[in-house]
T-cell receptor, first 115, second 116 residues
Framework: DQQVKQNSPSLSVQEGRISILNCDYTNSMFDYFLWYKKYPAEGPTFLISISSIKDKNEDGRFTVFLNKSAKHLSLHIVPSQPGDSAVYFCAASAPGGTSYGKLTFGQGTILTVHP | DGGITQSPKYLFRKEGQNVTLSCEQNLNHDAMYWYRQDPGQGLRLIYYSQIVNDFQKGDIAEGYSVSREKKESFPLTVTSAQKNPTAFYLC???????????????FGPGTRLTVL
């Protein structure tokens, strides 16, 4: 049962344009969402997060939008740069009991930014 | 510098052998985690530990074992019972487990295990 889904395995974008990565979830108990960036043969690095009490969080070129009614979040990168080329994972966390702090990850989306 | 180290970067083992992957953190984090990543799949949780001398099974614990004798160390043993052990293994840690789900995890560089 895939509770967090990234339905686009890959995305190709021209440098300077906007990259939009999407993520859907099914568990209504999730209340914190994170995006991680991962280069090949390296560990993921934290990018940006959002709690369920907000619908938008911005950090420089990165903005995450949360639509709770649709159980959907998206990561916008503007402007996209070749160095942004990586795999992007969304992850979600739910409160309560032994689930505190446990992250559920999507399958990842490979972003390629062309010069 | 504070961080998480995993060793070795690449590991080769013969089928039927147990192998232990190292994970050390000097971030003074209470919670530690082990994930595996397979091509086309997200990170799947193997085991996690919220405090020394305590750990819990994750979603795919079969064929794996862990220990948490020290706060900074959380080694993972891949046993011969694990049917598909070849994968990229990632260790992570977070500040604490208690009270909040707003708990960013920090990852190590990973170990690529190949079973021949």
């Amino acid at each position: 049962d895939q509770q967090v889904k990234q339905n686009s395995p890959s995305l190709s974008v021209q440098e300077g344009r906007i990259s939009i990565l999407n993520c859907d979830y099914t568990n209504s108990m999730f209340d914190y969402f994170l995006w991680y960036k991962k280069y090949p043969a390296e560990g993921p690095t934290f990018l940006i997060s959002i709690s369920s009490i907000k619908d938008k969080n911005e950090d420089g070129r990165f903005t995450v939008f949360l639509n709770k009614s649709a159980k959907h979040l998206s990561l916008h990168i503007v402007p996209s740069q070749p160095g942004d080329s990586a795999v992007y994972f969304c992850a979600a966390s739910a409160p309560g009991g032994t689930s505190y702090g446990k992250l559920t990850f999507g399958q990842g989306t490979i972003l390629t930014v062309h010069p | 510098d504070g961080g998480i180290t995993q060793s070795p970067k690449y590991l080769f083992r013969k089928e039927g052998q147990n192998v232990t992957l190292s994970c050390e953190q000097n971030l003074n984090h209470d919670a530690m985690y082990w994930y595996r990543q397979d091509p086309g799949q997200g990170l799947r949780l193997i085991y996690y530990s919220q405090i020394v001398n305590d750990f819990q099974k994750g979603d795919i614990a079969e064929g794996y074992s862990v220990s948490r004798e020290k706060k900074e160390s959380f080694p993972l043993t891949v046993t011969s019972a694990q049917k598909n052990p070849t994968a990229f293994y990632l260790c992570a840690s977070s500040i604490d487990w208690t009270g909040s789900s707003y708990n960013e995890q920090f990852f190590g560089p990973g170990t690529r295990l190949t079973v021949l």
